[in-house]
């Protein structure tokens, strides 16, 4: 098993704050979208960009792989956890369900939950009935606005008739339009097999929405940054605005503000079991150009010399 160093993938330093990393991947993760690259090579890109998040993003999960780090960065492909790592990590996180296909051997093997790191009802269930199995699926915004099928690939243990091994499987399952985060599918009788006669457990799938590198999610609404030159919120502008089904003309008006919202209807996520859809909101966030040449800034000397306009003038009123 290869180590896979999440600093590296994101291009951050191992002190990194959460605002850096997030910001590492949003611009990363905008770069290798599948819906923004058709390069071959791309997604498997973001989903290394996306698994390194998952990790770095979470405080538990972080200070569990800079531990592991000081062993990976001198394993080369060759990574062994350091040992009783794996024990002393199943009774800080029991309880976790693994994670599906989508994710590196590595993450699933030190992140994931593996078959001694979870037990949903204590000991093996009894009354003749196979474990269930629980597994958390990544699931991008863009698959959420249809029924989507979706590879599967889990391990678990059968009995061969003398003993218990690991097998892995494989399934293609429906995921629903509408899924929101942490929702619970369940997929009957794809659990462990029962020693005997009895019924096979279940399988059950935790969605976990992938983060989008443009769009925060609200309930079922959408909210994306709309950068916008400071001529463009002075005079008003039509501007591009992507949605998670294509690009929209929006009306900047004249005189707008940082922060205020534009709501375009209909163009959230999916509500589940009904025909409605949520909103998109974009924010507008009045961004300054990198640097002005000579006649630009005589242009802005200009209107400040003209302009009578105090942008602090209620501090004075409050003091």
């Known amino acids: 098993m290869q180590f896979k160093d999440y600093y590296k993938v994101l291009g951050v330093k191992a002190d990194a704050d959460i605002k850096d990393i997030k910001a590492a991947y949003r611009k990363l993760a905008r770069k290798y979208h599948p819906d923004m690259n058709a390069e071959s ?8 960009v996306v698994e390194a998040y998952e990790v770095l993003k979470d405080t538990e999960r972080r ?12 394993s080369g492909d060759h990574f062994e956890p350091p040992p009783g790592w794996q024990q002393a990590r199943g009774s800080r996180r029991a309880g976790e369900a693994q ?8 993450f699933n093997s030190m992140f994931g939950g593996g078959r001694q790191d979870f037990d949903f009802g204590g000991a093996r269930q009894q009354h003749n009935r196979g474990r269930d199995i629980e597994i958390e699926m990544p699931v991008f915004l863009e698959d959420t606005l249809r029924d989507n099928l979706k590879n599967v690939e889990y391990q678990m243990t059968e009995f061969d008739g003398r003993q218990m091994k690991p097998v892995k499987k494989h399934l293609r399952v429906t995921i629903p339009k509408g899924v929101t ?10 659990g462990e097999p029962a020693v005997g006669a009895g019924s096979p457990g279940d399988l059950y799938l935790h969605i976990r ?20 030159a400071p001529w463009e919120a002075a005079l008003g502008s039509k501007v591009t605005v992507p949605t998670l089904e294509g690009s929209i003309k929006l009306t900047v008006k004249p005189d707008s503000q940082s922060g205020h919202k534009l709501r375009v209807k209909g163009k959230g996520l999916k509500i589940k079991g009904t025909d409605r859809t949520g909103d998109l909101y974009a924010v507008i966030k009045i961004v300054m150009p990198p640097a002005a040449n000579e006649k630009g800034r005589q242009l802005w000397q200009q209107l400040s010399e003209t302009a009578s306009f ?10």
């Open 63 to 74: 200070a569990e792989f800079d531990e592991l780090r000081m062993y990976g960065q001198r």
């Open 310 to 319: 105090d942008p602090r003038a209620e501090w004075s009123s409050k003091t």
């Open 41 to 48: 090579g791309a997604e498997e890109k973001f989903k290394e």
């Open 181 to 190: 985060e942490g929702e619970r599918i369940r997929v009957k009788g794809q």
């Open 99 to 106: 994670f599906g296909s989508d994710f590196s051997e590595f």
């Open 209 to 228: 929405l992938v983060p989008h590198p443009l769009f925060d999610v609200q309930g079922h609404n959408l909210v994306i940054t709309l950068p916008v």
